[in-house]
């Protein structure tokens, strides 16, 4: 199975870094039909053809994703789209 692993520094309090991966799980919900749920300070995500988890720590994010078999061909453009959103709510 074809993986994303993706780290970006942030300088957030934690606090607010947590809000914001709320955010984007609360899309992540609406727009693809993703269940998550928190874990301490990580949010564990799964659907069908994807599973994986954003853990927020103090000064950095890291996305971790593992994709199924029909997921794979677009591994380029999950990967480029999960940069793109880190980099609008982090950089």
Do not use: C
Not at 11 to 38: C, T, Y
Not at 52 to 58: E, L, T
């Amino acid at each position: 199975m074809p993986s994303i692993d993706i780290q970006r520094s942030h300088g957030l309090p934690l606090p607010e870094a947590r809000a914001v991966v709320e955010k984007v799980a609360a899309r992540m919900r609406e727009k693809f039909d993703i269940a998550s749920r928190w874990e301490g300070d990580t949010l564990l995500f799964s659907r069908p053809g994807v599973n994986g988890q954003i853990a927020v720590g103090g000064d950095a994010v890291r996305v971790h994703a593992e994709l199924g078999m029909l997921l794979s061909p677009l591994k380029g453009m999950v990967e480029q789209e999960i940069r793109r959103k880190l980099d609008e709510y982090f950089a």
